[in-house]
T-cell receptor
Framework: EAGVAQSPRYKIIEKRQSVAFWCNPISGHATLYWYQQILGQGPKLLIQFQNNGVVDDSQLPKDRFSAERLKGVDSTLKIQPAKLEDSAVYLC????????????FGPGTRLTVT | RKEVEQDPGPFNVPEGATVAFNCTYSNSASQSFFWYRQDCRKEPKLLMSVYSSGNEDGRFTAQLNRASQYISLLIRDSKLSDSATYLCVVNNNAGNMLTFGGGTRLMVKP
């Protein structure tokens, strides 16, 4: 079974530039999550989708971050404009149902903002 | 106060040692609990769920103390391959969201 796919794996941008990350969850998983993991910290949930609807985006900095999952399958997370403190690994995860303990994570995108 | 707190470590132990990690959570309404493992520069993966009655999986034992709001993970007979960061995870059910602790780093030495 194919796992969660993410691209790109690495990205380096200057502050104030924009960047987009892509995620393709495990086939059949209705729930998709985007997490931000800053070095030395645990993953922090940014947004959770159930099919193509947003379940929770309370921790998403909406002035600069946006995410969509238009067809209920793959998803895009965008940052515009980026700040230095956005440097982190952005992890996408999926699960069959919301709130289950077993979430399957992709390899992440490592973002460096200079 | 953080929702889920862990000692970041690192815990440096020799092979064969027994090591225990604790984790505390602040939301008394939390319903389910998990331990994830994250290798260096890799994604987190579910290690085990934590049940009220405690549970064991080989060398790993997880326990929950609801009264004191803490979760523990015990690793017996540590192997070099156990070196990783162990993340304590709590589901508050109300929001169907998982909240991750900051992780505890374990280094097992020969």
């Amino acid at each position: 079974e194919a796992g969660v796919a993410q691209s790109p794996r690495y990205k380096i941008i200057e502050k104030r530039q924009s960047v987009a990350f892509w995620c393709n969850p495990i086939s059949g998983h209705a729930t998709l999550y985007w997490y931000q993991q800053i070095l030395g910290q645990g993953p922090k949930l940014l947004i959770q989708f159930q099919n193509n609807g947003v379940v929770d985006d309370s921790q998403l900095p909406k002035d600069r971050f946006s995410a969509e999952r238009l067809k209920g399958v793959d998803s895009t997370l965008k940052i515009q404009p980026a700040k230095l403190e956005d440097s982190a690994v952005y992890l996408c995860a999926s699960s069959l149902f919301p709130g289950v303990g077993e979430q399957y994570f992709g390899p992440g995108t490592r973002l460096t903002v200079t | 106060r953080k929702e889920v707190e862990q000692d970041p470590g690192p815990f440096n132990v020799p092979e064969g040692a027994t090591v225990a990690f604790n984790c505390t959570y602040s939301n008394s309404a939390s319903q389910s609990f998990f331990w994830y493992r994250q290798d260096c520069r890799k994604e987190p993966k579910l290690l085990m769920s934590v049940y009220s009655s405690g549970n064991e999986d080989g060398r790993f034992t997880a326990q929950l103390n609801r009264a004191s709001q803490y979760i523990s993970l015990l690793i017996r007979d540590s192997k070099l391959s156990d070196s990783a960061t162990y993340l304590c995870v709590v589901n508050n059910n109300a929001g169907n969201m998982l909240t991750f602790g900051g992780g505890t780093r374990l280094m097992v030495k020969p």
